[in-house]
């Protein structure tokens, strides 16, 4: 078993899901979490998984107005989006780091993945799985030492788990899906400017 197989806290996400976007804020409430991120304030609520599909039924999906889900592991709170990719956004990601760190992390069909990490409101590393890895941002190799045994490394394709693997490795991320008819937090967040969105 690799270091990027090995049983780990965004397992599910390992399976063969097409689409989703994962935004991780350390030390922040999900409700604050979801505020930072533009939750439109009269969507947001608790619920369980029937009262997610009973609020949203045929919009559960949107991209433009992405509903979100929210959890806390550890020192971590998390939103899923279960359509859109509001948290990829450097303002979105900007409004959620400040005074804290946040890490983003997509993946989409094509197939790429994407992270980005965020100190204090500025993007410190950044980079997706497209093509060969060349991280960006204000440090782009602070995170080099959990990236190279990974096989995430300059020049390189990215191995097809290593984005996961360096969120869980450098962070310890997790991500507790919900039990029977626990109630989270959850909202619809508000559409983004069309020239910011990711």
Do not use: C
């Amino acid at each position: 078993m690799t270091p990027t197989d090995a049983g780990r806290g965004l397992d599910a996400f390992r399976a063969d899901i097409p689409f989703y976007t994962l935004t991780f804020a350390k030390g922040l409430s999900p409700v604050e979490l979801l505020t930072r991120m533009g939750v439109d304030p009269e969507t947001l609520a608790l619920r369980d998984a029937a009262g997610l599909d009973d609020a949203f039924g045929d919009t559960l999906l949107d991209e433009d107005e992405p509903v979100v889900t929210t959890g806390t592991d550890g020192a971590w709170t998390w939103a899923r989006e279960l359509g859109g990719s509001h948290g990829l956004d450097e303002g979105v990601l900007s409004a959620v780091s400040h005074g804290t760190e946040a890490v983003a992390l997509h993946h989409n069909e094509k197939p790429m993945h994407w992270f980005r990490y965020a100190v204090e409101g500025d993007i410190v590393v950044d980079f997706h799985t497209l093509q060969p890895i060349e991280p960006t941002g204000l440090d782009p190799w602070r995170l080099d030492a959990f990236m190279r045994p990974l096989g995430l490394v300059a020049g390189r394709s990215a191995p097809v788990h290593g984005v996961l693997a360096l969120a869980e490795d450098a962070f310890g991320l997790r991500v507790t899906p919900a039990e029977d008819d626990e109630e989270r937090w959850s909202g619809s967040l508000l559409p983004l400017p069309a020239e910011e969105r990711p």
